[in-house]
């Protein structure tokens, strides 16, 4: 029902930027809440950001709020991350993650049915 695409992911010293994109198939991407989760080896995957259908709901973890900024473009049915005073502890592995909503005003922090391949974040010190 939904493909995802990211890119914008890459290798950013500590402290510089990137903005990551992603891409979603189907000409209903208004109901559904984009979110963005990342991984490293070892470790379970972890929620960062979502937004709501609507784009008038966030949700953000701890570990990056401030710093981290999520935007989605509905008639262009791309959700972004700008990811600003990025830290070496950001590094991971970016997915992009899709649930249906009915009622497009909730930003989950879980529960997501469909997700991108993934694009590498890399901070060096």
């Known amino acids: 029902q939904v493909q995802l695409v990211e890119s914008g992911g890459g290798l950013v010293q500590a402290g510089g930027s990137l903005r990551l994109s992603c891409a979603a198939s189907?000409?209903?991407?208004?109901?559904?809440?984009m979110g963005w989760f990342r991984q490293t080896p070892g470790k379970e995957r972890e929620f960062v950001v979502s937004?709501?259908?609507?784009?008038?709901?966030?949700n953000y973890a701890d570990s990056v709020k401030g710093r981290f900024t999520i935007s989605r473009d509905n008639a262009k049915n791309t959700v972004y991350l700008q990811m600003n005073s990025l830290k070496p502890e950001d590094t991971a592995v970016y997915y992009c993650?899709?649930?249906?909503?009915?009622?497009?005003?909730?930003?989950?922090?879980?529960?997501?049915?469909?997700w991108g391949q993934g694009t590498q974040v890399t901070v060096s010190s």
């Open positions: 993650a899709a649930v249906a909503t009915y009622y497009n005003v909730y930003a989950p922090t879980s529960g997501y049915d469909y």
């Open positions: 189907g000409r209903t991407f208004s109901s559904y809440a």
């Open positions: 937004i709501s259908g609507s784009g008038g709901n966030t």
